[in-house]
């Protein structure tokens, strides 16, 4: 049996229209046209979620909460000039500040209202609730702001030091990437316990052995204490399943997405302590 190829001339004179590909540039500006209605896609979402988080961080607070906040973040200043020059400890408290006014910008874009804004030395800072979130993915997003938000002023400072080589700026972003991995810890108290509920409570058995290990090689009754408040924290967490399992109906997209978020920002922050305490080693040499 004879085969038959059809040719734009065949085809036009079986009376179709004559086949012709498209030009180059034609190619080109119709890539370009589906590349902008992607990007412009992106932008859209990008834009309406950062909408969402246009609020007030401190909405609702008043004389009582800037002033437990601000004395607070004296008494944290002080603490740490004792055993830091001045400078190098504002720029960390302020590093320690963004760090909690991030959690406190996604309680409020989730309808949450704050409560307090305290800063602890040696330890960090805490924002608390006057609402509990309303699902385990809700919390992980309160948790991972944080950390987000720290990061991005650490690297802003880093960035000074690159235009200044000024040693103080590489120190800050140093104290900064580490505070900041060290909250991501899957420790109940600690930013990475909220975040590990929505991905997995297994990470917690991470957490808390490194936290005994710790406890046994140094241990000191900050340390203890701190034990026995995520020890209490994840029994809380254990009878709050039982109790009301629809706060950890997670679907597997949004475990995903966290689990993705979190993993990546504990890399990026050890990959940037590392580089910058090493930078620090060397100029200190």
Excluded: C
């Amino acid at each position: 049996m004879d085969s038959t190829s059809v040719t734009p001339e065949s085809a036009a004179e079986g009376g179709g229209a004559p086949l012709k590909r498209r030009g180059f540039f034609a190619r080109i500006f119709a890539a370009l046209v589906i590349a902008a209605g992607v990007v412009k896609a992106i932008l859209f979402i990008a834009v309406d979620y950062m909408r969402g988080l246009a609020v007030n961080p401190f909405e609702g607070f008043g004389l009582t909460q800037f002033a437990v906040a601000g004395v607070s973040m004296a008494l944290s200043i002080a603490a740490y000039a004792t055993k830091a020059p001045l400078p190098l400890v504002i720029g960390f408290t302020i590093i320690i500040l963004i760090h909690e006014i991030g959690h406190a910008v996604v309680i409020r874009a989730k309808g949450l209202r704050t409560g307090m804004m305290v800063f602890i030395p040696f330890i960090g800072g805490a924002v608390t609730l006057k609402d509990q979130p309303r699902s385990a993915y809700d919390d992980a997003q309160i948790g991972l702001a944080g950390p987000i938000a720290g990061t991005f002023a650490s690297l802003i400072v880093l960035q000074f030091y690159k235009w200044t080589n000024t040693p103080l700026y590489l120190a800050i972003a140093a104290a900064g990437f580490a505070v900041n991995l060290i909250n991501l810890l899957p420790i109940g108290m600690l930013d990475g316990g909220r975040i590990s509920a929505a991905v997995t409570k297994w990470m917690w058995l991470l957490g808390g052995g490194a936290l005994i290990y710790k406890v046994a090689k140094q241990p000191n009754p900050l340390m203890l204490v701190i034990l026995l408040l995520v020890a209490f924290q994840v029994y809380a967490s254990i009878v709050r399943e039982k109790d009301d399992k629809s706060f950890y109906d997670v679907t597997l997209a949004q475990r995903t997405a966290i689990a993705v978020t979190y993993f990546f920002l504990v890399v990026f922050l050890g990959h940037q302590t590392w580089m910058t305490l090493d930078r620090l080693g060397a100029l200190s040499r």
